[in-house]
Structures are given as C-alpha cells and as structure tokens.
C-alpha cells in the first residue's frame, strides 16, 4: 500500500519569503501525486497534481511542485509567501496508471504560519 | 452553483446516540466520498461510492453507514456513537476517469461525542 510522509508539522516563515513543504511517498511504481490546501474552518482544495511528463508542475495561488523520482518527493514551492497563504497543507498520493479505486491517501499535513 | 454542501455544521452527541450527516453536490460528480479528520492525523476515508446504489468501504469504515440512492446525495450514518467517533467529516466528490484525484470538498462537519 501507498503511503505519504510529511516531515514537518508547522512551519513559520515571514511574509515575502520562499516556501518549500516536503512530501515523501512509498509505492512500487510511480504514483499520482497531488497538493491539497486547506485553509481554516475550511475543507480541502486541490492545488496542483502531477501524473506524468514534465517533473516540475505549476498550481494555483502561484504554487509549484517538483516531482523527483530518485528521492521519492513532491515538494512544494512558492517564491513568496503572502499573508493569505497560511493554512494547513497536505499531499497525497494515488496509484498511477489508474489501477485500482479513485482513492488519494492523504499524509498528516503541514501547518504554515505567516509573520507579517 | 453550491458545489458540495454538509448539514450540520456541528453537533453534539451523546454516547449511544445515533445520527445521519447531510452531504449534496450539484455537480453532477459521480464519486462521492466521506472522510474523517483527527488533528495530526490527515484524512482517512470511510466510505466511497462510485455511483448511484454503489458504495464500498475506505479504510476506516467501522461504525458507519452509507447509502447513494441519488447521484446527489451521500448521507453518512453513524449508529451508537462512541467517542472515538469525535472528528470532522468532510464529504467530497469528483467527476470519474483521472479528474476524479480533483476532489472538491464541503465545509465539514465537527462532531464531539460526549
């Protein structure tokens, strides 16, 4: 079975600085990999997915995300953080090529903090 | 377009009781999905379904219930709550073939089981 570690739990970075939130996964091939935000008092929204090709995939809100198979990782980066983009962050993982159910399983998350 | 609704927002329950949470979407998706949320712990899914009269269990479905009789609704019922039931439950649903990963989710639903 899949699985999917976020090494962090809370990060605080100030406003106007970069962001990289770590994601590692365990599965036998490649997998489906996806950013999910989550933002207080809210449910999830999909920020960006990588199924193949290019390793370096653009999202929403100005987000990016690196796929490197060699490390097992699908970190998450943005230039500059904004005081708006603290919330809780989570990726998750899905078996590639569409085998089995549609199902993503998540990891525990990562708190981001902004200092204006 | 509401997207993906839950009623209620929160609800207080006592041990033994039973109840249902309200989950529609007027997307027209026909994945429908529960999933509970305990701090530090992520999402676990409960139940799935892939259409209307078809569900299948998540990974963590003991205790709940599920019935898709429409494409819209999913209600997720939970018989003599216990404790351990105490979560936030996100209902979400996604269209089929590989947008199904882009799951759209409701606001939640905080349950306390006291």
């Known amino acids: 079975a899949q699985s999917v570690t976020q090494p962090d739990i809370h990060i605080t970075v100030s406003e106007g600085a970069s962001l990289e939130l770590r994601c590692n996964y365990s599965y036998g091939a490649t997998p489906y990999l996806f950013w999910y935000v989550q933002s207080p008092g809210q449910g999830l929204q999909l920020l960006l997915k990588?199924?193949?090709?290019?390793?370096l995939v653009q999202g929403i809100k100005g987000f990016e995300a690196e796929f490197k198979r060699s490390q097992s990782s699908f970190n998450l980066r943005k230039p500059s953080v904004h005081w708006s983009d603290a919330a809780e962050y989570f990726c998750a993982v899905a078996p590639g090529g569409g085998a089995g159910s549609y199902q993503l399983t998540f990891g525990k998350g990562t708190k981001l903090s902004v200092i204006p | 377009n509401a997207g993906v609704t839950q009623t209620p927002k929160f609800r207080i329950l006592k041990i033994g009781q039973s109840m249902t949470l309200q989950c529609t979407q007027d997307?027209?998706?026909?994945?429908m999905y529960w999933y509970r949320q305990d701090p530090g712990m992520g999402l676990k899914l409960i139940y799935y379904?892939?259409?209307?009269?078809?569900?299948d269990k998540g990974e963590v479905p003991n205790g709940y219930n599920v019935s898709r009789s429409t494409t819209e609704d999913f209600p997720l019922r939970l018989e003599l709550a216990a404790p351990s039931q105490t979560s936030v439950y996100f209902c979400?649903?996604?269209?089929?073939?590989?947008?199904?990963?882009?799951?759209?989710f409701g606001p939640g639903t905080r349950l306390t089981v006291t």
């Open positions: 379904s892939v259409g209307a009269g078809i569900t």
């Open positions: 990588y199924f193949s090709g290019d390793t």
């Open positions: 997307m027209n998706h026909n994945y």
């Open positions: 979400a649903s996604s269209d089929s073939g590989r947008t199904s990963y882009e799951q759209y």
